[in-house]
């Protein structure tokens, strides 16, 4: 956690200058509820697994500044998998991934609360697996494209600091994460978080009123 806000702060310096384009950056933590489907060929079946649950964070960009509309783009860690239960034993299934998360986001300014919905598609890169359902005999894909939708609510600050909560909705739908012959596997995970982001004041033109002497 203090690499990520000695990160933060380090981005934060870095680009204070291109406040216009760049609205503001953030960091963000939390839980994963992750949870897996096993689609079987032969015979043709549906196992769908229990949930686990594992950490979430990352560091993420907010452009443009539009009262309705703006574009997210964040590098996320994620942990995903599932409890395989089997009549002889459960067997845990663990995967690490980092994450490129791209995210149209709709927002609403209220008094106190800004709602807000984000959707989007993720690039997710298998940074490790820890896979111990018999079922699975292979590496799960290093790289795969998901789907997230979600909503948050950030707390109307007058500083530059802003609070907010999010949760997210991530299934495979677009692609497995692990495809064999006999087997796909795609992911589900629900993820709790809550962020901080610093939001850049847009710079102001001073006018130089001319000065008359008497």
């Known amino acids: 956690m203090k690499k990520a806000l000695f990160l933060f702060l380090f981005i934060l310096a870095a680009f204070q200058s291109e406040a216009q384009f760049l609205n503001s950056i953030g960091i963000t933590a939390g839980g994963s509820l992750g949870n ?24 993420f960009f907010e452009f443009f500044s539009g009262n309705y509309a703006r574009w997210v783009s964040e590098i996320q860690y994620n942990e995903k998998g599932s409890r395989d239960k089997q009549p002889e034993a459960n067997y845990y299934n663990k995967l690490q991934y980092l994450c490129w998360n791209n995210y149209l986001k709709l927002r609403y300014e209220m008094y106190r609360i800004i709602p807000y919905v984000l959707i989007g598609p993720r690039l997710e890169y298998n940074l490790s697996q820890g896979t111990a359902s018999p079922a699975i005999t292979g590496k799960f894909l290093p790289l795969h494209v998901s789907a997230a939708g979600g909503g948050g609510i950030e707390f109307v600050s007058y500083s530059n600091f802003k609070f907010f909560t999010e949760a997210f909705y991530n299934p495979d739908i677009i692609m497995p994460a692990y495809k064999t012959s006999g087997l796909e596997v795609r992911n589900k995970t629900i993820e709790l978080r809550i962020g901080l982001k610093y939001e850049f004041v847009p710079k102001t033109e001073t006018c130089n009123t001319p000065t008359y002497v008497e």
């Open 36 to 59: 897996q489907k096993f689609y079987f060929t032969d015979p043709l079946s549906v196992s769908r697994k229990n949930y686990i649950i594992g950490p979430n964070g990352s560091i």
